[in-house]
């Protein structure tokens, strides 16, 4: 047996092979870190030229915005199809194709993941209200799934390792929250645990994130978050932000969902009618809002959790239909950012009622209740949160709090949002081969 265990050994430290899977994997680990961190620094430098090019141009987003969704809508359609949307359904459909290997090129490509970066920054430089995070685990999934053409990797390792641990460390660099993309990987992308795919996981995320540390130093994405818990008044604010960010974050879900459904064949017939009348009404909405709904909402989010004043009532409701919006466009774009500034919104607005309690903490708790009603992965959530506003002392009433705004969101939407889009994407990819077929059939004398 030692002697077996030692020829293993040796193979691994002298095979040429299994020496260039490592470097392949692991050269492929750091360009998941570099890509996450060029995405994050080029989604905010769309974001401030869009403001500042029309801070003092009112009438500008006017013209702006609907002809840049109708741009980014035709180079969609006609050089980047398959960017479209969030990426993490394409994804969640990725990870399905255990035998149909040509679907997954079709999904996850180094041409999609190009797309998909430029696309998210036209997007942010026309006003749209989008996040960054899903479009950077499509890319990453789609970085790491292109390994398979540079090395030899284990069936099982292409199908669950390579494309969950991309997904993994695409979440943990644009957030910086590595222990969060783990748990997202295996709460939402995958729904399960297995041991294979851990370690191939964990070594993805452990480089990108040093790489992406290496580039942007140790942050906190919203800063460190001061908030002061007192028993037993802390019940009712995870009680009421459980409640409120439960059904409120449903509805989105659910109204992003079938409402989304119902535009699709005239999206499909008409998408850049679609697309500027969109724009024009978001312009609208910018306009009303003082320019507080335009990009990730990062900003607001930071202003509402900070707790030294309350953001206006309008904000949390006006960013939540311009997300909507903006979604059912079929721009590239995800919800990860405008969901968790609507939430802190939500919270701060809360506050008012509840002063029992610090604005920033309830902010907190809205916050994490509206992500979990939206995506439903009260785990992530939990996780997500703590990592990114480096604070740990809240744990139980943040938990409490997802959990309570799980169920109430399931009772109004209960296929989780991912999960209904990645069905959605399927039989949009059924209707196009199909369509592909009879057109070849059509053809054929």
Known sequence: MYRRQLKRSRKQLTSRNIWQTRIVFFGGALLVGLASVFVAYGSDVASHLFVSITQDRPWLPFIITPL??????????????????????????????????????????????????????????????????????HIAASIAFALTRFARFPHYDIGRGLILAGGAAGLAGAFNTPLAGIVFAIEELARNF?????????????????????????????GVVGTH??????????????????????????????????IAPFRNRHPYFLAASIGIMLAVLGTISLGQTWGTGYEEAKVALAGKEHVSASFPFLKYLVTLLSYWTGIPGGIFAPSLSIGAGLGNWLSQWLPMAQISTVALLGMAAYFTGVVQTPITAVVIIMEMTGNQEILLPLMATCLIADGLSKIISPQPIYRAMAEDFIKGLAKSSLQESQNAKNKTP
């Open 229 to 262: 818990i007192e028993m037993p008044s802390i019940l009712w604010v995870v009680l009421v932000c459980g409640i409120a960010g439960g059904l409120l974050g449903g509805s989105f879900s659910a109204l992003l969902v079938h409402i989304g459904r119902r």
């Open 194 to 222: 297995e041991s294979k795919t851990s370690g191939t996981i964990l070594t993805a995320v452990i480089v990108s994130g040093l790489t992406a540390l290496s580039i942007s130093g140790n942050y906190s994405y919203f």
């Open 68 to 137: 840049g969704l109708m741009l980014i809508i035709y180079l969609t359609r006609s050089f980047f199809v398959g960017a479209e949307g969030s990426g993490i359904p394409q994804v969640i459909v990725a990870l399905r194709q255990n035998r149909h290997k040509e679907l997954r090129y079709r999904l996850l490509s180094i041409r999609i993941a190009i797309g998909k970066a430029l696309m998210i920054f036209l997007s942010l430089l026309s006003g749209a209200s989008i996040g960054r995070e899903g479009p950077t685990i």
